[in-house]
């Protein structure tokens, strides 16, 4: 891609943000038994060279903040119920992402008998990304797509 | 770059003007050193979506056999033959392409793979006769 498209997302990335929330899109982001490969291309978003601030996307320390969860790990069976947890106290709307092979069908360990193979067994995934792990940018074009349903989300949610 | 213009206020300050100049110019110089976000294309080496070529395919099974994650499946379909590969489990190791002898399949430096439907994670290829 041009560094053209790449401000025109940008700016695409921010009016969608604004037009959506209002002010800023605030992630929370659950581990529920990934390898920690993907945590730390989720990481890699906030440092200078990807700066996701810029387009006021900023990670919070606590889920009632939260108004989207970036997920990774396939839910291990001794995470289920964090994960469930975390999703309950997250303030409505809100918005699941399965971020990485994991979290969208198991990735390499699958379905067992420790782990339920994704996310989307447990809670209503709005976006899935694979890749293993999947690029900062692939995150990035996630959340943009996560945006574009925003408001069906909002309303299903609330009844 | 801060620490330098912290540096400069304080000579400034102190009123020892070259010195103050200096750093000024060495800022001047230095420029913006901040990348943007490169959303460009992945480097030529990264490994993304699979590209398959069901032309070239000999059908010998090697790749479904090669790979760690159970990912690519050859299913009957009628008088054909389907080769499905899920991204769902894949984890881009490349193995299925260091396998192929006749290259039918590659590794793509392609990442855009965020989607809202999970079907659309199931590519399926189907082999000619
Ligand atoms: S998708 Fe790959 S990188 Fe991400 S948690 Fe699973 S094994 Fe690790
Ligand atoms: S890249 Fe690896 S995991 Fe993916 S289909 Fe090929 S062999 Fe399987
Ligand atoms: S893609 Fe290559 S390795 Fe796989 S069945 Fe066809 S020829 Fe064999």
């Excluded at chain 1, 969608?16 to 993907?38: F, M, P, Q, Y």
């Excluded at chain 1, 839910?75 to 809100?94: D, M």
């Excluded at chain 1, 699941?96 to 994704?118: P, R």
């Amino acid at each position: 891609m041009s560094e053209q498209k790449d401000s025109d997302l940008e700016i695409k990335l921010q009016q969608r943000i604004k037009e959506v929330l209002g002010k800023s899109l605030h992630i929370r982001h659950v581990d529920s038994g990934s390898c920690n490969a993907c945590d730390f291309e989720m990481n890699a978003l906030s440092n200078p060279i990807y700066d996701i601030q810029r387009f006021g996307v900023d990670f919070v320390p606590s889920p009632r903040h939260a108004d989207m969860l970036l997920v990774t790990g396939g839910v291990t069976r001794h995470l289920e119920e964090a994960v469930r947890k975390t999703y309950n106290a997250a303030a409505n709307p809100k918005i699941v992402l399965a971020v990485g092979t994991c979290a969208c069908g198991g990735g390499m360990a699958g379905q067992t008998y420790a782990g339920n193979g994704g996310v989307d067994k447990i809670l209503p995934v709005a976006v899935y990304i694979p890749g293993c792990p999947p690029r900062p940018q692939a995150l990035l074009e996630g959340i943009l797509r996560a945006l574009d349903q925003y408001e069906d989300r909002g309303e299903s949610n609330e009844s | 770059m801060r620490a330098a213009t912290v540096k400069a206020l304080n000579l400034a300050v102190e009123g020892e003007g070259n010195e103050m100049f200096e750093v000024i110019r060495k800022i001047w110089k230095t420029g913006v050193v901040t990348h943007k976000l490169p959303l460009r294309e992945a480097s030529q080496r990264y490994r993304g979506k699979l590209d398959i070529q069901p032309h070239k395919c000999k059908n010998c099974g090697a790749c479904v056999a090669a790979c760690p994650a159970g990912a690519i499946n050859v299913a009957q379909k009628g008088q054909g033959q389907e080769l499905s590969i899920a991204y769902t489990k894949c984890i881009f190791c490349g193995l299925c392409a260091s396998v192929c002898k006749v290259q039918a399949v590659q590794m793509t430096n392609d990442y855009h793979l965020a989607t809202k439907n999970k079907n659309d994670l199931i590519q399926v290829v189907r082999m000619p006769q």
